[in-house]
């Protein structure tokens, strides 16, 4: 039987959390301390719908303060300019593309963070129940090794083959 482990590395400036699968990496989730807690995954928000895009069925929603995220909706659901929605970032946003978010409904008021994400260490336990986060030297070794193992070029696949 597969077992899953997680560790947290809380370091200056950033967070660290790993889950490990029978010892080897399978997640690595990086929290910055100035991230912002608008565009990350799970937050719960107030957006303004900015634009609409109908051939990409994709809407831009304001954050407020410059932040944007895009929405992607099914035609019948389409939003309309201006509406308040509450959302989601069901999508970090990564190499110059913007978060992307779920809409549940309409909302009121100006745009704002009404909850925010999950931090690391609740990230670790919903990804390993059963297993609280090892914390210490221990959990750096491993946040070190599988930050390292995410930036090879070659990684290696179960069953002897490589990607």
């Known amino acids: 039987m597969s077992e899953r482990r997680s560790y947290l590395d809380r370091g200056i400036g950033e967070t660290r959390g790993v889950v490990t699968l029978d010892g080897r990496p399978e997640r690595l989730i990086v929290r ?24 990409l069925a994709t809407a831009f929603l304001d954050l407020g303060q410059g932040a944007q995220v895009i929405l992607p909706y099914r035609p019948e659901a389409r939003p309309v300019r201006g509406q308040a929605l509450e959302v989601e970032i069901r999508g970090e946003a990564r190499r110059g593309k913007l978060a992307v978010a779920r809409a549940f409904g309409p909302a009121e008021g100006d745009p704002r963070l009404i909850a925010p994400a999950p931090d690391v260490a609740d990230e670790l336990l919903t990804l390993a129940p059963g297993s609280p986060p090892v914390e210490g030297p221990q959990a750096r070794n491993m946040a070190d090794e599988a930050e390292a193992e995410a930036l090879e070029r070659f990684h290696p696949m179960p069953g002897g083959g490589t990607l």
């Open 32 to 55: 910055r301390d100035d991230d912002d807690q608008r565009l990350l995954l799970g937050a719960r928000l107030v957006a303004r719908v900015a634009s609409i895009e109908p051939a």
